[in-house]
């Protein structure tokens, strides 16, 4: 995971956090070749007026995807970023909650991941 990129977008880090594989990443629990992010909605008005990339309720910038929400995540996008833990100056989401959401999207790279996150928590 390369956060160079994501530096360059020059984000304010209290309005996003790392989802999806970047947890695992940066506790090198696994590799992965882009950074998830999500947003909150303040700043996901501004994105979609900067870039003109958006499909989906996804922005992708070089590796960098852009989330407005995280389904079928059923919570706060708010208080998942204003409780995240930060590493190297990023929030990233707390692993319970990546961890709930692979359970939830039950896909063959989310069992993986499910078995290693569960091996990392019991270290």
């Not at 020059?10 to 629990?29: D, M, Q, Y």
């Not at 992708?60 to 970023?81: M, S």
């Not at 989310?110 to 019991?122: H, Q, S």
Request: net charge neutral; proline share 3%; hydrophobic share 45%.
């Amino acid at each position: 995971m390369n956060l160079e990129n994501l530096k360059k977008l020059n984000l304010p880090v209290e309005k996003f956090a790392i989802f999806g594989s970047g947890p695992l990443v940066i506790r090198k629990i696994r590799e992965s070749d882009d950074i998830d992010i999500i947003v909150k909605p303040e700043l996901w008005s501004e994105l979609v007026n900067k870039y003109t990339s958006l499909k989906d309720n996804l922005i992708k910038v070089g590796d960098v995807e852009i989330y407005k929400d995280w389904l079928p995540w059923i919570g706060d996008i708010n208080q998942l970023i204003d409780n995240a833990d930060i590493i190297e100056g990023f929030r990233f989401v707390k692993l319970e909650y990546v961890l709930e959401w692979k359970k939830a999207m039950w896909r063959e790279k989310d069992i993986k991941d499910i078995e290693l996150i569960k091996k990392y928590m019991k270290n």
